[in-house]
């Protein structure tokens, strides 16, 4: 029998503006973090957080129905060319390592590397203060390579996941974790770690957030783009930074909303 949709309506007027004529709905796997407050947060059967409000803004566009799958920072470029997911909304940064591997449309936000430490730490109050400190940060991350980087030689673990890092934190296994001033922000206004965690304050890299995409799919790129055009255009990103970072007190630094590049366009050495 053909596919039951709920949801189809005839002449597709949910605004999808693309050119597949509203008909059923694709499934297709998306891949978003599942433990990062107001950016990517599965609680129970919920999702929540800046990205999931992304990812679903482009399914509607797109005429996806998606499934979230997990995408834990060292799996990402993995699960894009396995197929395992039709793309990724998880606080990617687009660099040009990953650029070998996998497309990115965006960007769409720009948030800024930073330190997250026990709220009496009087000892942390930047970079330059990590001798002889014990740093947590996650594998495959651009957080662990950038922080190696501006400080040779640094105590740096590496784990799984953010959440993982935080747990560290709390129990004093490490002094402070290093991520995305978005990511931090959420930890530090947790019900569960309030008042006990701070974010530092002192930024020292651009990360440039994209939506990861299989490589070479140009036609897919383009909507995305448009999709994240529309976004911005429309409003609903600052709706989107009201409700998911708003709680925690983030503020979208310089740059912000940021100009999603053309798709195919190499960012060479001419700026
Ligand atoms: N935005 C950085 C990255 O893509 C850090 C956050 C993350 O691991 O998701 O590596």
Do not use: H
């Not at 959420?186 to 008042?195: C, D, I, L, R, V």
């Not at 912000?256 to 960012?267: D, F, L, R, Y």
């Amino acid at each position: 029998g053909l596919a039951a949709c709920g949801s189809g309506t005839p002449g597709g007027s949910s605004g999808g503006g693309g050119a597949t004529g509203g008909g059923a709905a694709e499934a297709v796997k998306v891949g978003i973090k599942f433990d990062q407050p107001g950016m990517g947060l599965k609680e129970g059967s919920t999702y929540s957080g800046f990205d999931v409000d992304l990812a679903n803004y482009i399914a509607k566009e797109l005429n996806y129905t998606p499934t979230f799958v997990e995408a834990v920072s060292s799996q990402r470029e993995t699960l894009l060319k396995t197929g395992q997911v039709k793309y990724i909304v998880g606080t990617y940064s687009i660099t040009d390592a990953r650029k070998k591997d996998v497309d990115f449309a965006g960007p769409y936000f720009i948030a800024g590397q930073d330190l997250l430490i026990r709220a009496d730490d009087t000892s942390i109050t930047g970079t330059d203060s990590l001798a002889g400190k014990k740093l947590c940060s996650v594998k495959g991350s651009t957080s662990a390579v950038n922080v190696q980087k501006k400080v040779p030689g640094v105590n740096l673990q590496e784990y799984n996941t953010y959440t993982l890092c935080v747990d560290a934190l709390k129990a004093k296994n490490v002094d402070a974790l290093t991520t995305d001033n978005t990511i931090l922000a959420g930890y530090a206004a947790q019900p569960a770690n309030k008042g006990q965690l701070k974010v530092v304050g002192q930024t020292f890299s651009t990360e440039n957030y994209g939506v990861g995409l299989p490589k070479g799919d140009t036609a897919l790129c383009q909507k995305v783009t448009d999709a994240i055009n529309k976004w911005i255009s429309s409003g609903e990103w600052q709706k989107a930074v009201d409700k998911n970072l708003g709680p925690s007190g983030f503020k979208p630094g310089a740059g912000n909303p940021p100009k999603p590049a053309a798709c195919g366009a190499s960012s060479g050495a001419t700026g």
